[in-house]
């Protein structure tokens, strides 16, 4: 990255030229030992197509771009476009796209990118969960994720049964990919920096579920209605849900070895699968196994 960049981009900071915006949360890095570490931490090498969402002033993307084969950054806000393109002006590999990620054709470009390709993205806190939805189960040739998050959505994303942060988002993510926290990074490398700390996770994406699902929109029903009224029973939540009635749960739980008073929290991804087929069964459900 040049030095000469780095040195204005503060200098710019610093006499007020570079305007924060908070309806954005845009919260900026310009460490470049830590970007450059993250970028190793994440696997880039020569052979990816990386798709970078909210490069902001354009400092990671800058290592994307030393160690990407291309990089397509998607940038909404049109007045940092110009610090984005000084900061990669020496790069043949880059495309800068100026829009919302979220009203954009992404097959389309995903099929610039082409199979296997790699989201990378330092994601504003308020728009995290809309971010994943745009490629958790849409199909899209997403290889990984490594994405920048807040401490506590990190903490989401990979915990167990048993943890206090596990719930409807940690299934989601297991579902859809591999998890794991590369880093934890302070408030205070950010520029402002946040209220909370964050932390940078790859999210590995799964070719299939980790086990056949018979019914996937059967699944998906039971897991909010669980977690949707935590501390009652898996039986008294799944009422609404199952056309079958809670003796179907109750046998199921049974044959699973799980107690009649179980809630959602206690259920392991592969447990909710079983759960959701050995009803899917007994009501008939056809087999919908769901292919990423």
Same mark, same amino acid.
């Given at each position: 990255m040049?030095?000469?960049?780095m040195q204005?981009?503060?200098?710019?900071?610093r006499?007020?030229?570079v305007?924060?915006?908070?309806?954005?949360?845009q919260?900026f890095?310009y460490?470049?030992? *830590?970007?450059?570490? &993250?970028v =190793?931490?994440a696997? $880039?090498?020569?052979?990816?197509?990386?798709?970078?969402i909210g +490069?902001g002033?354009?400092?990671?993307?800058?290592?994307l771009?030393?160690?990407?084969?291309?990089?397509?950054?998607?940038?909404?806000d049109e007045?940092v476009i110009p610090?984005?393109?000084?900061?990669t002006?020496?790069?043949?590999?880059?495309?800068?796209?100026?829009?919302?990620?979220r009203?954009?054709n992404?097959?389309a *470009?995903?099929?610039? &990118?082409? =199979?296997g390709?790699m $989201?990378?993205?330092?994601i504003?806190?308020?728009?995290t969960t +809309?971010?994943?939805?745009?490629?958790?189960g849409?199909?899209?040739?997403?290889?990984?994720?490594?994405v920048?998050v807040?401490?506590?959505?990190a903490?989401?994303l990979v915990?167990m049964?048993?943890?206090?942060?596990?719930?409807?988002?940690s299934?989601?993510c297991?579902y859809?990919?591999e998890p794991e926290?590369?880093?934890?990074?302070?408030?205070?490398?950010?520029?402002p920096?946040?209220?909370?700390?964050s932390?940078f996770?790859?999210l590995?994406?799964?070719?299939q579920p980790?086990?056949?699902?018979?019914?996937?929109?059967?699944l998906?029903?039971?897991v909010r209605?669980?977690?949707?009224?935590?501390?009652?029973?898996l039986l008294?939540?799944?009422?609404?849900?199952?056309?079958q009635?809670?003796?179907?749960?109750r046998d199921?739980?049974?044959?699973?070895?799980?107690s009649q008073?179980?809630?959602?929290?206690?259920?392991?991804l592969q447990?909710w699968i079983?759960l959701?087929?050995?009803?899917?069964?007994?009501?008939?459900?056809p087999?919908?196994r769901?292919t990423?």
């Open positions: 040049k030095k000469s960049y204005g981009m503060r200098r710019r900071d006499e007020g030229e305007r924060y915006k908070h309806d954005l949360g919260h890095l460490d470049t030992a *830590l970007l450059r570490h &993250l =190793e931490q696997g $880039v090498t020569k052979a990816d197509r990386v798709l970078e +490069p002033a354009g400092t990671l993307t800058v290592c771009c030393e160690a990407a084969e291309r990089v397509v950054a998607v940038e909404v007045a610090f984005l393109r000084v900061a002006e020496g790069f043949g590999n880059i495309e800068i796209i100026q829009g919302d990620i009203q954009m992404l097959p *470009l995903a099929g610039v &990118l082409g =199979e390709f $989201v990378v993205a330092n504003p806190y308020n728009i +809309p971010i994943f939805d745009l490629f958790w849409t199909g899209l040739p997403v290889k990984q994720m490594s920048m807040q401490k506590e959505v903490e989401k915990a049964p048993g943890d206090a942060a596990y719930g409807l988002t299934l989601r297991r859809y990919c926290i590369v880093s934890y990074v302070p408030a205070s490398a950010f520029t920096p946040p209220k909370v700390d932390a996770v790859n590995r994406f799964r070719t980790p086990a056949p699902v018979l019914d996937e929109a059967l998906w029903r039971m209605a669980g977690f949707g009224q935590r501390r009652k029973t008294n939540t799944l009422k609404g849900v199952l056309v009635g809670s003796d179907a749960a199921a739980l049974a044959g699973m070895g799980r008073t179980a809630r959602a929290e206690e259920l392991s447990e079983a959701c087929n050995a009803l899917a069964q007994r009501n008939g459900s087999e919908n769901h990423l």
